[in-house]
């Protein structure tokens, strides 16, 4: 049986209809307003009166003709309509410092920066204010903020870092800071890596690092030194590479001689070089008193790079180069050889040693080396073809390496 309706159900269906119009012409208002955003926030309010958005953009209209009071007014209403808008307190705290009122515009400033890490201009400005009061633990942790929120970092907040790193109170923090691994870290040393004037900066932050017992990562300390050879700034390179947390007191002069790892601490380590025709691995020896071995595997053809090389850092004065090798129907015209060469400032051949090919056994061979006193602060030991034409590079077989070693002998 179906109940009459009665005056409660009628007024409750008046009230639910009503709701849902208003409702309905809340959302077709809203809607209308943001439609005439930004072009003509004046249409927005006659859409939607009070609308935050609309009336910070009239604020700025009146600041354009001078009005400040009646900016204030507007920017005022646009907080009070929205009071998490991080717009409308920077609005405010600018008009107040163009009020005259310093101490008001830095506590909305303040309040504006809070609100927001993406605002760039907006930290920035509060970054400024945070210098100019002293406050280098707040600017350390706005520049950290921001730099984690805002992806790619702006350049500017890495300047500023650097030049704010010069102070020994703000770089103490920094070593600390850097010591957590913030994700901006890297980029940070790549920047200052890019700066010829900031490569002192760097290291020092390094050094700080390790004194601090939070040193920086060996990728970073390897990417800078191979930015370092790459312009040729070898003595730079050797400095901070033997400088390294990790480097042994006693580094051997040339690295990984015996094939026991994989290279991995370039430049100064192994530079191996596969090509079509030449296949380079770190094998089980087949000597029993040897653990690991360096194979070459030869498939015919013209060899046209050098496969194997190493960075050195002699310093001047004599050496012995000590090695064992094995070959396996190694056929080439001129056969293979060790060659030492400064690398900077003149390609300069030192020594070589005599051509292998054919087969034997494992043998033991070794060369003297002599840098001179100037002109050769590093060196490249390389392997290559003795070949005075390329028809000549043409070979195939296997050889195996073992057991590089360099040793002083005194000095020139």
């Known amino acids: ?105 830095d506590a909305l400033l303040r309040l504006a920066a809070a609100r927001t890490r993406q605002d760039v201009a907006l930290q920035a400005g509060f970054i400024q204010l945070q210098l100019r009061t002293g406050d280098l633990a707040g600017a350390l942790d706005s520049l950290d903020g921001v730099m984690r929120s805002n992806r790619p970092i702006q350049p500017a907040f890495l300047t500023t870092l650097a030049e704010l790193a010069a102070d020994p109170g703000f770089r103490a923090r920094l070593v600390a800071r850097l010591g957590t691994e913030p994700p901006w870290r890297t980029e940070f040393f790549r920047f200052l890596m890019a700066q010829p004037e900031s490569r002192v900066l760097l290291e020092r932050l390094f050094q700080e690092m390790s004194a601090a017992g939070t040193p920086p990562a060996k990728r970073d300390i390897q990417f800078y030194v191979q930015q370092l050879v790459a312009k040729q700034d070898y003595a730079r390179a050797i400095k901070v590479w033997r400088s390294r947390p990790d480097a042994a007191a006693e580094a051997p002069l040339l690295v990984n001689g015996d094939f026991e790892h994989e290279p991995v601490d370039k430049p100064f380590d192994w530079q191996l070089q596969s090509s079509s025709n030449a296949e380079i691995r770190i094998v089980p020896s087949s000597d029993p008193v040897s653990g690991q071995a360096l194979r070459i595997s030869f498939a015919g053809g013209r060899l046209r790079v050098q496969p194997v090389s190493q960075l050195l850092a002699l310093a001047p004065g004599s050496y012995e180069l000590s090695w064992r090798a094995r070959a396996q129907d190694l056929e080439t015209m001129f056969g293979l050889l060790w060659e030492v060469r400064c690398v900077w400032p003149k390609d300069t051949r030192l020594a070589r040693s005599p051509p292998l090919k054919g087969t034997r056994p494992w043998s033991e061979f070794s060369l003297s080396v002599t840098v001179p006193q100037t002109d050769c602060p590093a060196q490249t030991l390389q392997l290559r073809i003795e070949a005075p034409a390329s028809l000549d590079q043409e070979i195939q077989g296997q050889i195996w390496f073992d057991d590089l070693s360099i040793r002083s002998t005194g000095t020139p």
């Open 1 to 105: 049986m179906i109940r009459p309706l009665g005056r409660r159900d009628v007024l409750l269906g008046g009230v639910l209809a009503c709701a849902g119009a208003w409702a309905g012409w809340t959302a077709l208002s809203i809607d209308r307003a943001r439609q005439a955003l930004p072009e003509d926030p004046a249409r927005a309010l006659s859409w939607r009166a009070g609308d935050p958005e609309a009336l910070r953009l009239l604020a700025d209209d009146r600041i354009e003709t001078g009005d400040l009071d009646g900016a204030t007014a507007l920017a005022t209403r646009a907080f009070i309509g929205d009071p998490l808008s991080y717009r409308a307190l920077a609005l405010l705290a600018r008009l107040a410092e163009w009020s005259g009122d310093p101490a008001r515009a």
